[in-house]
């Protein structure tokens, strides 16, 4: 198999056994059978139609910013955007970006160009395509707020655009969540504003992030979901879990709704550390909190 995907991308682009803690924000994860590295929404096609012929498990990568990867790894191929998938441009009061682009890159563009209505998302550590699944958001604005259209493979082989609507986009939620579609590019709709406004905006926002979250430790960003009228990490904290440890992960005193990697952790770590406040929380005030954080592989 593995030649096989070598002989449609290359050598040089597909990697035996890759541990994947290089490819996730909180640095664990054990490795894949090979992380192909693919460059054409044709390769992608290729490759998909290949692994799904031979009933290969596989999935597509971003920044890992919302991954955790059991340290058994994933028996399976991963498979990483790169190439045309890192293209952004802008065409009037529109941004168009591949599916692998960072999204904070996303941003800087739409401020070179005078365009507002991404300011929110600048310093979400995620990728275009990874935003568009969890409808990511921040300081009260979302993905749904400003994506015009998606384009998407299906895994029949189909390329499909759909409109915002047809994203079915809610809190944290959209159709990707229980669809089999691979996002390829997003269109942005957004609006004229004076850049020196749109940056001010950026840097607040930037600013707000450094002064209230644990930046300077590996992590997936907030943990788990806001809860119904609450917030994660304000319920953590009251129920008297900062600071609390597992191995190496540990709920962050800076701001508890965050679990760091602080001392070399490892999946379990976190895994573990994870179901805790999940059980305390639900103890101490009968509400049950949902992982925002997605988990791939075997976990005990």
Do not use: W
């Not at 929110?120 to 568009?132: D, L």
């Amino acid at each position: 198999m593995i030649e096989r995907i070598k002989a449609l991308v290359g050598d040089s682009q597909v990697l035996i056994n890759e541990e994947l803690n290089k490819y996730t924000t909180f640095k664990v994860g054990g490795p894949c059978k090979a992380l192909v590295l693919i460059k054409t929404e044709d390769l992608l096609l290729k490759v998909i139609n290949l692994l799904k012929e031979n009933k290969e498990a596989f999935f597509v990568i971003g920044n890992g910013s919302n991954l955790l990867i059991s340290d058994k790894g994933y028996d399976g191929y991963v498979l990483k955007l790169e190439g045309d998938f890192l293209d952004i441009k802008s065409e009037g009061e529109e941004i168009i970006a591949g599916a692998g682009a960072i999204l904070s890159k996303v941003c800087i563009l739409a401020k070179e160009k005078g365009l507002s209505g991404l300011e929110f998302a600048y310093g979400i550590p995620g990728t275009v395509g990874g935003a568009i699944v969890m409808n990511a958001g921040a300081y009260d604005g979302e993905m749904s707020f400003v994506v015009s259209s998606v384009k998407m493979l299906d895994l029949d082989g189909s390329i499909k655009t759909f409109s915002n609507s047809e994203m079915e986009f809610s809190y944290r939620n959209s159709i990707l969540k229980h669809k089999e579609y691979i996002v390829l590019s997003v269109t942005y709709k957004l609006v004229k504003k004076d850049e020196k406004e749109i940056l001010d905006k950026m840097n607040d926002f930037l600013e707000r992030r450094r002064e209230k979250q644990p930046l300077n430790f590996p992590s997936a960003g907030s943990t788990f979901k806001r809860p119904k009228d609450n917030f994660a990490g304000k319920l953590i904290m009251e129920a008297g879990l900062k600071g609390k440890r597992v191995g190496g992960a540990c709920v962050s005193e800076k701001h508890a709704g965050f679990i760091v990697n602080d001392e070399g952790a490892c999946a379990k770590d976190i895994s573990d550390l994870m179901k805790f406040v999940i059980k305390e929380v639900k103890n101490k005030f009968d509400i049950e909190l949902e992982p925002e954080v997605i988990k791939i592989g075997e976990f005990d």
